[in-house]
């Protein structure tokens, strides 16, 4: 029997109206799937037709995306609204605290779970990790442990961000214009399906312009800075949630509770890397940020090396961790969904 198509629908939870897109037997083995940044749930439909017939999929709309109600994002919490947001739902759908709910994260989604491991650790039976998010935020900060950069956190939160592109998103422009601007290009070019000819990028596209922007929201608000590149954090909004001033999930190491972690990486992965294109230390470093104080002071950012450095300490600690590289872009979930599905059906705990 095949299984159900991925269909949208509003769960009502205390702390805000929830669009999930959910498939398979409400009785099925229950799977969390959380979009990244610039997403939705609905990102998950190729992921979610290759899954097993018996798995239920969980995939909600985070706040600020989608079709869920928009409520402002406290990014001095890191992610914690949005790992809040899960938690209700999950205990709304009487699933809460029991370790009985498997869960892949994808890119900012990962940074959810790890976040979510941290203050739910019960809510949880196994974790994938598709291109995640550093235990230690996104930019400002270097070597495997994650030393800061600078003590403002330059270089890193809502400050980074294209504002012509933010115009763009605003406008919910779907074209194709202007490329660097242009919300469906920059998803085609670094999140995209890349030669996946089966996906529908109309469907991604008008997901995509639904991303709420603003200080509030997308990318949230910055502050200036004494430090390269002039710019530091805010404390509300998307990106800021992802500051290392913020987010630091590193901890993970020491959780109590250690459910199997699968971490999926994309050896052509531009976002999440060692070298991030989208990491303005990256950008110094090749000219196209100018200023750049050099490597000595702020180089690139070694994201995978953090988030290796950290699962080691999980498996030291009597964590099960597995490493899988795969010939991929960030899109992963786009791009090779069958493959995927079939690494996160391998690491289900039933």
Do not use: C
Not at 103 to 123: C, E, F, I, K, R
């Amino acid at each position: 029997m095949a299984r159900s198509e991925l269909t949208a629908q509003t769960v009502s939870t205390p702390r805000l109206e929830t669009n999930v897109w959910t498939s398979g037997p409400e009785d099925g083995t229950p799977l969390l799937l959380v979009h990244g940044n610039l997403s939705t749930g609905g990102f998950w439909r190729y992921v979610a037709d290759a899954l097993p017939d018996d798995v239920r999929v969980i995939a909600p709309d985070l706040r600020g995306f989608g079709a869920t109600e928009a409520k402002p994002i406290d990014a001095t919490r890191g992610l914690g609204d949005m790992v809040d947001d899960v938690h209700s739902l999950l205990d709304t759908l009487g699933l809460a605290g029991k370790r009985s709910v498997n869960a892949a994260g994808w890119s900012m989604g990962a940074g959810v779970l790890n976040q979510l491991l941290l203050t739910h650790p019960d809510d949880l039976a196994s974790i994938t990790l598709i291109a995640p998010l550093s235990p230690y935020g996104f930019g400002a900060t270097k070597g495997e442990d994650g030393q800061p950069v600078t003590d403002d956190f330059a270089g890193s939160g809502g400050g980074g961000a294209n504002a012509a592109f933010v115009e763009r998103l605003a406008a919910k422009d779907t074209s194709a214009e202007d490329p660097q601007a242009s919300p469906r290009n920059v998803m085609a070019a670094f999140y995209g399906p890349g030669d996946n000819t089966d996906v529908d990028m109309d469907f991604l596209t008008d997901q995509l312009v639904m991303t709420q922007t603003g200080d509030d929201f997308y990318p949230g608000d910055s502050a200036p800075s004494g430090n390269w590149p002039m710019v530091s954090p805010g404390d509300r909004g998307v990106l800021n949630t992802m500051t290392p001033k913020h987010y630091n999930a590193s901890a993970i190491a020491d959780s109590e509770w250690k459910p199997p972690v699968l971490w999926l990486r994309g050896e052509r992965d531009l976002v999440v890397s060692d070298r991030s294109m989208f990491d303005l230390a990256t950008l110094g470093e090749m000219g196209a940020v100018p200023g750049w104080p050099g490597a000595e002071v702020m180089p690139p950012q070694p994201m995978d090396s953090q988030t290796r450095a950290v699962l080691g300490r999980y498996a030291a600690n009597g964590g099960q961790v597995r490493e899988v590289a795969l010939d991929a872009t960030h899109g992963m979930p786009l791009e090779i969904p069958s493959e995927v599905a079939d690494l996160i059906a391998g690491n289900l705990v039933r």
